[in-house]
T-cell receptor, first 115, second 115 residues
Framework: AQTVTQSQPEMSVQEAETVTLSCTYD???????LFWYKQPPSRQMILVIR??????QNATENRFSVNFQKAAKSFSLKISDSQLGDAAMYFC????????????FGKGTKLTVNP | EAQVTQNPRYLITVTGKKLTVTCSQN?????MSWYRQDPGLGLRQIYY???????DKGDVPEGYKVSRKEKRNFPLILESPSPNQTSLYFC??????????????FGPGTRLTVT
């Protein structure tokens, strides 16, 4: 069974500093995607960044980047130059290609940004 | 504008009173899915649909029904709601065509309270 584990229920960071959120996953599939979603107080699920498993290069989106370690099944999110608007719940998620398309989510990490 | 819509956004109801949460997408996506979000549990899949008239159970289907008569709509039906179905519900959709930039698009969420 596919599982996603986020070991940090809560994290905090000072504004303008860098923070890394951890995620590990377990899958028997060879072809899959990994995602980080942001959920602000509005409850909307916002895609932050995606990583295709076949790509060795780590994905980046402006201040957001990932450290994808396929052999270790690790997928951490780094937020650089943290801003107050980054405060939110962050969910790591996995989906295998060619199957039920089910997104398997971690339990989330609540990020607080201190001014 | 490409989007997934859900109605209602908020609903308070009583045990046993049948209700339907509607979901509609305007992107011609084949795949649609329902998730529920509970504190400390992340998001879990309830039901999904690969195409019109094709539906299947997710991880937590008990107490729910779905139908997919049209490609754009995927309503979630609670025949006899119970308090343990109090939750935040998300509808999502995606396309199987073109795996580049694969993403599941989420609706804004429906906050359901069953008393």
């Amino acid at each position: 069974a596919q599982t996603v584990t986020q070991s940090q229920p809560e994290m905090s960071v000072q504004e303008a500093e860098t923070v890394t959120l951890s995620c590990t996953y377990d899958t028997s599939e060879s072809d899959y995607y990994l995602f980080w979603y942001k959920q602000p107080p509005s409850r909307q699920m916002i895609l932050v960044i995606r990583q295709e498993a076949y790509k060795q290069q780590n994905a980046t989106e402006n201040r957001f980047s990932v450290n994808f370690q396929k052999a270790a099944k690790s997928f951490s999110l780094k937020i650089s130059d943290s801003q107050l608007g980054d405060a939110a719940m962050y969910f790591c998620a996995h989906v295998a290609q060619g199957g039920s398309e089910k997104l398997v989510f971690g339990k989330g990490t609540k990020l607080t940004v201190n001014p | 504008e490409a989007q997934v819509t859900q109605n209602p956004r908020y609903l308070i109801t009583v045990t046993g009173k049948k209700l339907t949460v509607t979901c509609s997408q305007n992107m011609n996506h084949e795949y649609m899915s329902w998730y529920r979000q509970d504190p400390g549990l992340g998001l879990r899949q309830i039901y999904y649909s690969m195409n019109v008239e094709v539906t299947d159970k997710g991880d937590v289907p008990e107490g729910y029904k779905v139908s997919r008569k049209e490609k754009r709509n995927f309503p979630l039906i609670l025949e006899s709601p119970s308090p343990n179905q109090t939750s935040l519900y998300f509808c999502a959709s995606s396309s199987f065509r073109g795996r580049v930039n694969y993403e599941q698009y989420f609706g804004p969420g429906t906050r359901l309270t069953v008393t």
